[in-house]
């Protein structure tokens, strides 16, 4: 890999660790607010409505200046959000914010993949961000699990500094100074990102154009028969991952007592599961292969189905690096093949924020709906059982899809040359 690739890496590792450790943060702070258990998967909504209201614009947006300048100012805004959860503004509308940088983030920081490496080094690369990143999300969520544990807050609340009002006077505004720090050392990261040398497009000024423009990208990449499948996997990934956060805080506090912070910790090992997935899928799948990976979506929706029977905190922890390595093993390369199939029909940034859009909205539609089994008091196991049972049926409705896809287009896995090459 070039030198500059692990800037990227370094650049999105510190921008993702802050973004997991801000939602821990998030949550304690609603419940410091003694608001309704509900609200929690309201800030997954509030941060994702972003991605689908400027689909149509950031995509643009990211094609038309470097790619570095892009991360920074996005993560400029990100910065902005967390100050505004520091000043007391309130947490669903602070997380708002971060999803506004959030949205216009992701499509810089994928897009540039495509431009800068090879085809052949994709599903790698992707392999490394989607490692990289799990390790961000795990090392963030254990991060903001311990900053939120009141022994931690008391000991920082007792530093005093002679003529310095650090405005520290709660334990979320603790997490909040760190979050903070890590926006900041990404921000630096991102100015030394290198610039790919492609040619920039300039960014048409008429809204409906770029939502004329954006329409047009959302159906290629739907009517592409490799796009399609590789679309609706991880479409359907990300709906359920940031669902599966929220389901295992809940499963966690019902089936073995734990608090918030220790609820975290169950999500990082997730995390670690996904990470291991995504390092095995980088080495032994190529982009080629990418769709042989799908029937690993059945079994991982019907491995969930096992947490209705756990009750001892060893097995819950293989059991969630188990699902988790699923996750990752069947995701990167799909994830690596969609990047690939855009790049080709419509550009990086634009291909970037069709994916976003339809994954996000996934994130709405699903977290809304366990907003709507939160409110009507159904029983964690209940929801564990529907979200499982839908995974599966789901995945095994996408197999059927290809596999009708290649009984009329027996040369359709046949990518261009360079990417095998």
Known sequence: MPSGFYII????????????????????????????????????????????????????????????????????????????????????????????????????????????????????????????????????????????????TRYFLSFDFPLIDTGIDAGCKVALYFVGAFYIVAAVFNLYVPDTGVDRKLLHKNPWYLIREFNHCLALLWRDRLGQVSLAVTTLFWGAGA?????????????????????????????????LGAVVAAKFITLKKSPRVIPLGIVMGLIVLIMNFVHHTWLAVTLLILIGALSGFF?????????????ILMGAGHSIAVQNFNENLSILIMTGLYYLMVKVDLSIYWVISLFGLFISASMLLVKRRHEINQRGHNDMIHLDEHSEN
């Not at 995701?331 to 790049?343: E, I, K, S, T």
């Open 9 to 152: 890496m370094a650049a999105q590792f510190f921008s993702a660790l802050a973004d997991n450790a801000l939602l821990i943060t998030a949550i304690a702070a609603l419940r410091a607010m003694q608001a309704p258990f509900a609200y929690e998967p309201l800030l997954k909504t509030f941060f994702t409505l972003s991605y689908v209201l400027l689909a149509a614009f950031v995509g643009a947006y990211a094609d038309s200046m470097p790619k570095w300048r892009v991360m920074l100012i996005s993560n400029t805004i990100k910065i902005v959000g967390c100050v505004m959860m520091f000043l007391a503004v309130d947490p669903l509308i602070a997380y708002a914010v971060v999803g506004l940088g959030a949205a216009a983030y992701s499509p810089a920081k994928y897009g540039i993949l495509t431009e800068y490496l090879p085809h052949r080094l994709l599903v790698v690369a992707n392999g490394w961000i989607e490692g990289l990143t799990v390790g961000a999300i795990i090392l963030g969520v254990v991060i903001g699990g311990t900053l939120i544990q009141p022994e931690v």
């Open 331 to 343: 995701v990167v390369p799909m994830n690596a093949l969609l990047q690939h199939r855009g790049h």
């Open 243 to 275: 669902t599966l956060q929220f389901i295992v805080i809940k499963w966690a506090e019902v089936s073995f007592g734990m608090n918030l912070s220790g609820s975290s910790m169950l999500q990082g090992v997730v995390a670690i599961g996904v990470a």
